[in-house]
């Protein structure tokens, strides 16, 4: 009896052993595990801060410097915003039945004609200024309120359709005239600030709970400024002021240079967006021909200043960390939500998760870093391969935090192709006024107004260019690497938008002026052009299918 109570005390004694070892066992395949995935992924950080880049927000904090008090632009242009004038509350009479049926019935057919000589690959919808615009209200349009406002009949910042070798009409002269003078302070302020080479404004990537994104309100306000500048270029050029508008020119390229070193996907597509304004302002310019040979060469190189080849690194670097840092607190509840989930974020980081997702991460967005470095023609066929490997990674992070990381390389690729055809256009109008013709060909530019003939950022080609008529056009094939010979699809804002079409029909009854001007008869459609014509790069975000960019100038 003895001996089985011994046995049975003995064997109650072992279990807390057995216990142990099997914990010990578990902890220790745990380990084998964790330590050597935890290990990848502390190696892949030390080497990204040995590259000299930010891993954790405060690193990027601290990388994104802050220029000294004084020469920070962002400290003038900030003020300039603040002064910005809209004429958006400045409202006009509602328009009458008969007005509403006559603007209605003109812009559905202006739409039609809209529609039928759109391209066969189109963005989301049609870009703003054209005829597809909604009336404004649900319902009846016919019964809706018009709240229609000065605003509308502006180009630029407004509703009215005007491209870049088109004359300003008459009554619009002095309509832009009195909106730059409403706007003097905010002009005086962004000519000011965009002088200065240094800018950081202030975003934040260290953020409080009650925070869910970095400030961005300044990126629509230099969008603002930009197009406030394109109208002061405008009047300027119909005046025939050269030496204001070369200064308002800078001034638009220097607005887009405060956002170059800014490492967010969104202020650079803004500053492409802004870039695309200023060269549509130059060929606008370019098109009255009275520019001095001083005045292109200062031109020409605010356009080469304007590349800043490493914007995209920057941006993919700032990603980076922002995604590592979301990585990390992955399964997390969102504080931000209404519906913030269950707290899952221990788990998985126990289980590895969120170390699994920062290796396999880490691998491809520092592969999109290094092809930034890569020459241009090169870039594009790298963000190819890069898509192939990054639809094969698990949905969470291609959706999350790779989104659409190649469109923003191709689209920074076609930013740099815009520029460097505005560079050649300075250049032949360089040759033209030494020698009173236009160059037979880009070698003849060489080397008295170019170093080399700049080369197509999309195929590693020289830029195209030919003569036409008695101007010429130069271009850039685009992401679709169809060379077409330099057409042009129509402007996106060649047809006027309806919101147009009524203000100025109510402005015209005001002043006592025949409305049907504005009513033009509507053409029979145009026979589209072929698949792959080229159209102009669009300073519309939204338009990320670009095929040929052309610059035309046509005297």
Known sequence: MECKIQAGADQKARWPRKLGIVVALLVGVYALYRYPLHHQVQTRFDAIRKQGYPVTLAELEKWYETPPAGENAADVLTNAFAHYVSWTNQFLPEPSVET????????????????????????????????AAPAPGPGDPMKSNWRLSKHELLPVVGEAPIGPRDALPAEMKPLIAEYLAD???????????????????????IQEKSEKDQDLRHLSSVRLGERLLALETMLQVEDGKSAAVEISLLASFGLARS?????????????????GISVLNLERVLNRGWLEDEQLVQLHAALTEAEYPTAMT?????????NIDDIQKFGKPDLHSMDPGPDMGFIFKVIGVNDIMLRKYLDLISDYVEATHQPLPERSKTAVALLKRQEALPESLTKLFLDNSRWEL???????????????????ERYRLARGRLPDQLNDLVP????AVPVDPFDGKPIRYKPSGKGYVVWSIGNDGKDDGGKEWPRDNAVPSTRYLMAKAVMDEMQG???????????????????????????????????????????
Do not use: W
């Open 100 to 131: 509403k049926k006559r603007v209605l019935e003109h812009a559905e057919a202006l739409q039609r004609i809209a529609f039928a000589n759109q391209p066969p690959r189109r963005s989301r919808r049609m870009a703003v200024g054209s005829a």
């Open 183 to 205: 706007n003097k302070a905010a002009l005086d302020l962004l000519h000011q600030g965009a002088a200065m080479k240094r800018c950081r404004y202030p975003v934040r990537f």
């Open 259 to 275: 956002l170059t070193a800014e490492p967010l996907v969104s202020s650079q597509q803004t500053r492409s967006v802004c870039v």
């Open 314 to 322: 920057r941006v993919y670097v700032g990603k980076r960390c922002m």
């Open 410 to 428: 191709v689209r920074d690729i076609g930013c740099v192709a815009y520029l460097r055809i505005a560079e050649t256009a300075i250049a032949i």
């Open 448 to 451: 008295a107004n170019l170093p």
């Open 513 to 555: 002026r025949p409305s049907d001007g504005v009513m033009k008869p509507v053409p029979a459609p145009a026979p589209l052009p072929k698949r792959g014509t080229s159209r102009r790069l669009s300073t519309r975000e939204e338009d990320e299918d670009t095929v040929d960019i052309t610059f035309r100038v046509e005297r």
